[in-house]
Every structure is written in C-alpha cells, then in structure tokens.
C-alpha cells in the first residue's frame, strides 16, 4: 500500500525544513538536558534521546509534517553506514592495542552481557513469582 507521502518528491526548501526540525529538536534536547543537569547533577539521560522524544511529540501533535522529515531521515538512513568509517579507521590505526587488549576486553563484554542476562531472568521470575501470589 503507497501512500502520497511516499510518492511525492519533496521541494529543497521542506527538505532544509525537515533537516532543521531533526536538528532542533537534538538541540533542544541536548539544551534541555544540559540545564536538567546544572539543576540535578545526577541527571543521565541522553540529551539526542530527549530531542528524539521530542521529535515524537511533534510528530504526533501536528497533522501531517512529517513528509520532509520522512524524505531527510531516508537520505540520512541511505549513509548510515559511512558514520561507521571512523571506528574501522580506528581500529586499524589502534591495532596494537586491541592485539594486547582485545581478548580480555572481548571476556568482559561477554561475561557482563551472561550476568545481565542472569539478572533480569532473574528479576522477571522473581516479580512473576510476587505477582501470581496475588492471583487467586
């Protein structure tokens, strides 16, 4: 099934305006939190996430904005994997120091994976076990 979102090709313009609404809704975001932690230092969430929440709002709240917003995620989703060039290069230029590393780092990352999956098996059965004891 097409919708005429899909169909249509988006002027230049809507595609700076889709750009510019993914961009300040990330400022707002990263702003928001920013003031969030000068307020409570304790605060951790992620300033991207927060504008990405926002976005959803917006989304949500407004008939229908998201064509340009729809055709700039697209072209972006279509590089995607050209963000991932940098750590390849990365890994290539640090070589010799995850040939000494990489094996206890790569023990660590799957021992703490196998306890966090041990601990929220362990959490759900435990809350299942507390809430069926209310069940008649």
Known sequence: MSTDIET?????????????L???????????????????????????????????AILLLRPRPYGNVLAVANGLLGVLSLLFVPSAV????HGEIIRAWGLPLLLAVLVSTLLTLLATVGTYLLVERLMGKGKP
């Open 8 to 20: 249509e090709r988006p002027k230049p313009n809507g595609l700076v305006a889709g750009f510019a």
């Open 22 to 56: 993914l961009v300040a809704c990330q400022l707002v975001g990263e702003v928001g939190v920013g003031l969030l932690r000068q307020l409570w230092p304790a605060v951790v969430f992620p300033g991207p996430v927060a504008g990405m929440l926002l976005l959803l």
């Open 90 to 93: 990365g890994i290539i230029q």
